[in-house]
């Protein structure tokens, strides 16, 4: 019986191959968009799941107190927080301070720059890192102990090299001994690195790091698989208000399940994170297979009258209702399964192009179970989804009134067929007006005056002797006539830096809880990045001249009260000479932290370059290459523009637009295929009504008007009822922007009018084909 359907139903769909060919193209594109979403999905979702103690370990972030807002910070815990941890909060069994940093590790000739941490011992079974060579516990027997990944021990000696116990010089002036090799992480982990090494080696001889003041470390922890989270985290709150006899400023515990999804805080609260877009996306995905499934019940409920015979006979036959609808339920699984099939072959097409698009490395994996039954399922739910309605529907037509020749009463079809054309257009409009408000947000928020000019300006990190060696490289790269200035800083001019609080300053009120920003830099670091200095004067090239000076942003010389801020003190000490206009750093859509500049770049870990107007980039990063190999010859020339990094700030929202552009476009190519064929089969319809209009003298374009009418209005309704609901989506999604646009009229005529020019080109292709055709063939049977 079941092959007899499935032989019955092959057989129909090869009948009406041109329809068939429409379902399962729509039907693909939406199996491809759901499949490329889930396998983004499983990838965010997955995020650090190779450490096999997830479920027990927690980061230490701090909420901090400043002008009565509760702020939250990353590695900014102080040195000591992690043994206070270990030893007097029940529950935690391990503790670990760690330092990020990056390394040039060298061997012989070959040397390369590898991102790792300082960590204390217990860091290393808190990862449960995997050892191809030595093992974890002697890894950290020797205080000048470091280990590396597999990759960074192959890029260093070569495939297959035994090399524990070799030396390793670090930075160009120090050795560690490899003590160890472990499996490289997998690109999905939140906190990745290559390498690790004894946190106390990096501690030497910085005793302010034992002190509860000093916030600088990462802190990790491990509870007990026993211990309640809530009553440990309660303790671990308490820790530090006790230490620092201040209430002020707390720690608490963020598992590691949540520390790539859900890591945005806001008022000292955890607000999601990447979470709402693995749920938007998600929910797209459904959105996208729907409309797909929509385009077959249109055209099957449309084709109806086509069907009416064949239900008639075989009921006549003895068919039953069940074993119909079984047989148009099998066409609809059959039709799923081809174009799960296509789907495979545009998946293997699309998924390069994928992700460049999502800057990730995901792979379709067809030997994975759970990738074959994810896959079945989808084609399943489709089949099952697109195919109820229509088995429901044309199995109920009654053959007494089908082979008499009457008129199949259509009841609710047609209306309902109305209906998920609309939804189908409301949907990709709703699309393309997401999609224009998110790339006008974008260049809204990119095109805002940052205070400094970020074209043309390169960052260098510094590295061996790029301070000691600061005046003659400054010199030559001037002298080059290629660059037009260097600068250096303690901080990347896009991202927070060093803060305090407590200072006092002339004018001041109440300042003790105003979190500050403290930047040390070189004299010419202003004319370097285009800040403006707005009173007074810059930095002197002699810092011993201006060793008590400092300069203040506009928005600290606002707290210094009326009058200029020229000339007042800061702690008594320090003498503002020079007030520099606000800048945007950390929070590119809100407001920054004052700061406070001191002229002292022996602590810089940036060195900026300005190119001069017109000079060719490549010339330009030549010049500084040729320059610092000169003076700084054991390290490798590697920079990143600062345009570069500014736009990456707004990774979240770019892909957001990309893919609103490709989930726009996917809807409306598929909503345009069951327009396609819903357009050809009215046009069929209609073709004696066509043959006797054109003989009457009906003008072609008068045809093309009569057919396209029906489907415009459906496209004007759809653009009514999509305009609000677009409104809502993207108004709330803007409230979660303190520096946004307002939402215009534009982006609802540009989609509206980009929906009707979209259906008009559709229709018409089969209305003109239609009003061209001879009349004489349409009324020939007459």
Not at 163 to 189: A, M
Not at 473 to 479: L, N, T, V, Y
Not at 686 to 710: H, N, P, Q, T, Y
Request: charged share 20%; proline share 3%.
């Amino acid at each position: 019986m079941f092959k007899n359907y499935i032989k019955i139903a092959w057989r129909n769909l090869w009948k009406n191959k041109g329809y068939s060919m429409l379902n399962i193209f729509g039907l693909a594109i939406g199996i491809t968009c759901a499949a490329m979403i889930l396998l983004w999905v499983e990838d965010e979702v997955g995020y650090d799941e190779n450490f096999a103690k997830q479920d027990v370990i927690y980061y230490v972030p701090t909420n901090q107190q400043y002008d009565g807002e509760w702020r939250t910070f990353f590695q900014a815990t102080p040195g000591p927080l992690a043994e206070a941890l270990k030893t007097e909060v029940p529950g935690i069994v391990g503790a670990a301070r760690t330092k990020r940093d990056d390394l040039l590790l060298q061997v012989d000739d070959k040397s390369i720059n590898k991102k790792g941490k300082y960590a204390d011992p217990d860091f290393l079974s808190m990862f449960s890192l995997s050892f191809v060579e030595g093992n974890l516990e002697t890894a950290f027997n020797e205080v000048d102990a470091i280990i590396i990944s597999k990759q960074t021990a192959t890029q260093l000696y070569g495939e297959n090299s035994s090399v524990v116990g070799k030396v390793l010089r670090v930075n160009n002036d120090t050795n560690y001994t490899i003590s160890g090799v472990f499996e490289d992480l997998p690109s999905n982990v939140t906190y990745s690195f290559d390498w690790v090494a004894p946190f106390e080696r990096f501690a030497v001889g910085k005793d302010w790091m034992l002190e509860y003041g000093a916030n600088f470390s990462d802190t990790f922890v491990e509870l007990a698989p026993e211990a309640n989270f809530d009553i440990v985290n309660q303790k671990v709150k308490a820790i530090l208000p006790i230490k620092t006899e201040e209430d002020d400023a707390y720690a608490f515990l963020h598992p590691m399940k949540d520390w790539h999804l859900k890591s945005n805080f806001e008022g000292g609260k955890n607000v999601g994170g990447q979470i709402i877009y693995v749920r938007l996306f998600s929910l797209i995905a459904i959105i996208i297979l729907l409309i797909a499934c929509v385009n077959f019940m249109n055209l099957a409920t449309a084709r109806s009258e086509k069907r009416a015979n064949e239900v008639g006979v075989r009921k006549v036959l003895g068919s039953g209702r069940k074993g119909l609808m079984s047989q148009f339920m099998a066409e609809a699984v059959i039709t799923a399964t081809l174009s799960a099939a296509l789907s495979i072959v545009l998946l293997k097409l699309l998924i390069p192009q994928f992700n460049t698009l999502i800057d990730k490395q995901l792979d379709l994996s067809l030997g994975s179970p759970v990738h074959i039954l994810t896959l079945v399922g989808i084609t399943l739910v489709c089949g099952l989804v697109a195919g109820w309605y229509p088995a429901f529907y044309l199995s109920s037509f009654k053959p007494v009134d089908v082979l008499k020749g009457s008129r199949i009463s259509k009841g609710s079809a047609p209306f309902i067929r109305k209906g998920l054309v609309a939804t189908q257009f409301v949907v990709s409009i709703v699309f393309i007006i997401s999609t224009i408000i998110v790339y006008q947000q974008v260049q809204h928020v990119k095109g805002r005056d940052l205070g400094y000019d970020k074209e043309n300006l390169v960052k260098i990190p510094v590295k061996g002797d790029i301070i000691k060696n600061f005046n003659p490289i400054a010199q030559d790269m001037k002298a080059s006539g290629m660059l037009e200035s260097i600068g250096l800083n303690n901080s990347d001019i896009l991202s927070g830096g060093n803060n305090t609080s407590g200072l006092e300053w002339q004018g001041g009120v109440d300042t003790e809880d105003v979190l500050v920003s403290t930047r040390y830099i070189s004299a010419d670091f202003f004319k370097t990045t285009g800040m403006t200095i707005l009173e007074g004067r810059g930095f002197s090239d002699n810092p011993l001249k201006d060793s008590t000076n400092l300069i203040v942003s506009e928005s600290f010389a606002k707290l210094m009260g009326a009058g200029s801020a020229v000339g007042k003190t800061i702690e008594n000490d320090y003498a503002v000479i020079g007030v520099v206009k606000d800048y945007l750093y950390d929070d590119m859509y809100g407001s920054s932290d004052p700061v406070i500049f001191f002229n002292y770049h022996d602590e810089a870990r940036f060195l900026y370059v300005k190119a001069k107007e017109g000079i060719a980039t490549t010339t330009a990063l030549s010049t500084m290459e040729t320059v610092l190999k000169k003076h700084n010859p054991a390290f490798p020339f590697e920079y990143e523009f600062v345009d570069d990094t500014y736009n990456a700030k707004f990774k979240s929202e770019k892909l957001i637009g990309s893919l609103s552009q490709i989930f726009a476009l996917l809807a409306i190519i598929i909503s345009c295929l069951g327009l396609f064929g819903l357009s050809a089969f009215t046009a069929d319809q209609r073709r004696k009504e066509i043959g006797v209009r054109k003989v009457l003298g009906s003008s072609i374009a008068g045809i093309v008007g009569l057919l396209s009418k029906d489907f415009m209005k459906l496209v004007i309704i759809a653009i009514v009822i999509a305009c609000p609901i677009a409104w809502l989506l993207m108004q709330n999604w803007l409230e979660g922007y303190a520096y946004r646009i307002s939402i215009n009229a534009w982006a609802f005529i540009i989609a509206g009018t980009i929906a009707i020019a979209i259906a008009l080109l559709t229709i018409s292709f089969q209305a003109l084909k239609a009003a061209r055709a001879n009349p004489v063939k349409s009324l020939r049977t007459e």
